[in-house]
C-alpha cells in the first residue's frame, strides 16, 4: 500500500539571493523531502538584483521588499503560508513581524534577533498570531544529537556534572571584512550584527546544543570576550564559565581566528556514571564511556539507538549524513505540525530564541563590567 503524499506547502523567503550561502541552504532543506514550494521571495533590498535572483531560481513571485510581499501573499488565495528569513541579524525582528502579523508561519536562521529588546518585543507580539515559529538551529537536528539527548534524559550518563563545548573557525583571521568580503562586512558591524559577534554567530549555536542535549539552561555566566581583529568592533573569540539550573557547570570558547579550524563545533558531557563526545565534523558517531568500561562507538541509523535518532536519519549506516540533512528534518517537522504528524515535540521556537539573547546579553555585560557572574 502506497503512503498518502503530503500536500506541499507554499513557501515564501526574505533574503537569500543569488549567492548566498545561507539562502542555498535554506532552499536545499526545504526541497530535501518535497514538501515545500518556493514560489515568492523578497531575496534582496535592491530590487533589480531581488528580480534577477528570482528568476535564476525559477520563482514565480519576487517582491521589491518583505512589506509588499507580506500584504500581498495575505490577500492572494494562493500566498504563501510559510517564510524563511535568511537576512542579516538586524532585520530578524522586523521581517518576522511583518509575516506572523499577517497570519503566515516563519522559519527564522539564528540568532533570533540583534538585541535583547528586539527579541522580547517580538515574542510579546508574536503571541497575538496564530501563526507558528521555528528558529534554525540545525546542529539540534542531527540524529547522534538527538541519541545523546534521549541517553542523557535516560540516565544512561548518571547525574550530568560538567559540559565542555567549543566551536572554532579559522576564517576571520584575517580582516576579511577590510578587504571587501560580505559575510565578515555585515557580521562585524554591530549596526547589523547586534552586541555580539562571534557570541552571536556561532557561540549562539554552542549554547544551544548544550542545553539541548543536557534538558537545562544557564542560570549564571562569567564572560571574557576578545577582539583580535585590528579596528574589529565586536568578539571573534569568547571564553565563558556556566552554571545551569540542573546543577551542572560548563565551559564555552567559541573562536573565529583559530587557525587550523573549518567548523569544529565539539560537545562532551559527562555524568557520575558515564560520559558522551560528539564532533559535528564526524557526526555520524557519537562515543559513549561508562566509568570502567572501554569507549563505545555508536553509529547513526543502527537498531540499537533510541527511535527518534532513527527516524532523524535518512539512509543506511555507513553513508555520511550531515548539515542539509538536519536543516531538512527542521524543515520537514515544522510541516508535520500543520499535519499534527510529527513525533518530536523539541523544535527550537521563539521562546528558544529569547532565551539565547538573554544568554548573549548576559555574556556581554559580564565581559563588559570585568567579567563577573552574571544572571542569565
Known sequence: ????????????????????????????????????????????????????SADVLGIERSYKNYKEMALQESL??????????????HLHAEVA?????KGIHVICDKPLTATLDQAEELLEKSQ???????????????????????????????????????????WLTDPLEQWGNKQANWRSDPSKAGIAGCMGDIGSHAYQLAC????????????????????????????????????????????????????????????????IEWEQETPNSLYFTELGNPRKTLTRGQAYLSSISRESARIPPGHPEGYLEAFGNLYREFADMFLGETSFNCLPTIEDGVHGMCFINACVESHQNGSVWRLV
Open 76 to 89: 492572494r488565495s494562493d500566498g504563501i503560508q510559510v517564510v524563511s528569513i535568511v537576512t542579516p541579524n
Open 212 to 275: 539541548f542535549i543536557i534538558g537545562s539552561v544557564a542560570n549564571r555566566v562569567l564572560a571574557d570576550l576578545s577582539s583580535w581583529g585590528e579596528g574589529r568592533e565586536l568578539d571573534d573569540e569568547a571564553n565563558i564559565l556556566i552554571h545551569f539550573k540542573n546543577g551542572s557547570k560548563g565551559h564555552l570558547w567559541a573562536s573565529q581566528v583559530a587557525p587550523g579550524n573549518e567548523n569544529s563545533l565539539k560537545i562532551r558531557v559527562f555524568g557520575d556514571r558515564a560520559g
Open 97 to 101: 513581524l511583518a509575516f506572523l502579523e
Open 1 to 52: 500500500m502506497k503512503s498518502a503524499i503530503k500536500p506541499k506547502l507554499r513557501l515564501g523567503m526574505v533574503g537569500g539571493g543569488e549567492g548566498a550561502f545561507i539562502g542555498n541552504v535554506h532552499r536545499f532543506a526545504a526541497r530535501l523531502d518535497d514538501r515545500y514550494e518556493l514560489v515568492a521571495g523578497a531575496l534582496s533590498s535592491q530590487e533589480e538584483r531581488a528580480r534577477h
Open 128 to 170: 497575538l498570531s496564530n501563526a507558528k515559529f521555528m528558529l534554525t538551529h540545525n546542529y539540534s537536528a542531527y540524529p547522534m544529537v538527538r541519541e545523546a539527548r534521549e541517553m542523557v534524559a535516560q540516565g544512561k550518563l548518571g547525574k550530568i556534572r560538567s559540559i565542555q563545548v567549543e566551536y572554532a573557525q579559522d
